[in-house]
């Protein structure tokens, strides 16, 4: 999207056909609105959180969504902000931001390329070429460009192609994030909490709920008590059977007979670690 606005020509390839239908990602800072508005999307972005969430949340921390409170870590999501900036902290989730940035890329000149996925990459001293396997027909063509940005995130096949290692402290939390449908209207009522942080004997981790606060997602760190046995509670994601989910989000909304729907499981790591290099050659 912003090298098209410089008339820079480039390709997009991106692995899903269409957006993730699992609603990750949502918080966005200041900075990134402020880049949004130079490319003349800002108000777009700004409505579609409006439609998701309820604008100026707080961040809170809670034993449970039926329980108390126990911090309030942000009052105000925007609390401070406008003396720095012209923009404003907003969530929208990835399936909600991602069409808004596809449509302006293309309408800006870029080419986006879904359902693909560059399986090898080499490079001489005037440009890259990339091997581009479609995921559906397993058919491969080859693009060749003067440089080639790696945007494929912490587990990176293109880094990997490269040898470029990791330093730092590694994973320190087999995480889970579960996507559900459940009616905690009643517990959220009319407090504007946009990210609910759950402390308690069994488990540590967020809600962050849908504008009606029917479904969202709980993601979840650690399980038990973390002092106690290290290794076990950083490994929330070692039985994800649906009895276990429910169970786990029963728990976090402190309503132990809430009807819940399972609607989708992520695994992920939490990890603090940093690219030994970013740039090899014309690839960054």
């Known amino acids: 999207m912003f090298l098209a606005q410089y008339g820079i020509r480039s390709i997009t390839i991106e692995r899903l056909k269409t957006t993730s239908p699992l609603?990750?990602?949502?918080?966005?800072?200041?900075?990134?609105?402020?880049?949004?508005?130079?490319?003349?999307?800002?108000?777009?972005?700004?409505?579609?959180?409006?439609?998701?969430?309820?604008?100026?949340?707080?961040i809170v921390a809670m034993d449970s969504l039926a329980g108390k409170v126990l911090a309030q870590i942000i009052p105000s999501l925007n609390e401070g902000v406008d003396a720095v900036s012209p923009c404003r902290r907003l969530f929208v989730t990835q399936p909600g931001l991602e069409p808004i940035l596809r449509r302006r890329a293309r309408e800006a000149g870029a080419t986006v390329i879904d359902g693909a996925e560059v399986s090898a990459?080499?490079?001489?001293?005037?440009?890259?070429r990339a091997t581009i396997r479609?995921?559906?027909?397993?058919?491969?063509?080859?693009?060749?460009?003067?440089?080639?940005?790696?945007?494929?995130?912490?587990h990176s096949r293109v880094r990997e192609q490269l040898g470029i290692g990791f330093s730092g402290r590694g994973t320190f939390s087999n995480s889970l994030t579960i996507y559900f449908k459940g009616d905690l209207s009643r517990q959220i009522a009319d407090n504007p909490w946009s990210v609910?942080?759950?402390?308690?004997?069994?488990?540590?981790?967020?809600?962050?709920?849908d504008r009606d606060s029917k479904s969202g997602f709980f993601a979840i760190n650690t399980i038990g008590d973390p002092k106690a046995d290290p290794a076990a509670a950083a490994n929330a994601a070692a039985?994800?059977?649906?009895?276990?989910?429910?169970?786990?989000v029963r728990i976090g909304a402190g309503v132990p007979n809430l009807d819940v729907e399972i609607v989708g499981i992520s695994r992920w790591r939490a990890t603090a670690e940093v690219a030994e290099r970013f740039a090899d050659g014309r690839i960054f």
Do not use: C
């Not at 479609?134 to 912490?154: F, K, P, V, W």
């Not at 039985?239 to 786990?248: A, F």
């Open 134 to 154: 479609d995921l559906e027909s397993g058919e491969t063509r080859e693009l060749r460009g003067r440089y080639l940005i790696a945007a494929d995130g912490g």
């Open 23 to 58: 609603p990750r990602a949502a918080h966005f800072h200041m900075r990134t609105l402020e880049l949004f508005r130079a490319a003349g999307i800002e108000q777009a972005v700004r409505e579609q959180s409006e439609r998701e969430f309820v604008p100026e949340g707080t």
């Open 239 to 248: 039985d994800v059977s649906e009895p276990r989910l429910v169970e786990l």
């Open 121 to 128: 990459v080499a490079q001489d001293k005037d440009g890259v």
């Open 196 to 209: 609910i942080y759950i402390n308690n004997p069994k488990l540590g981790g967020f809600f962050r709920l």
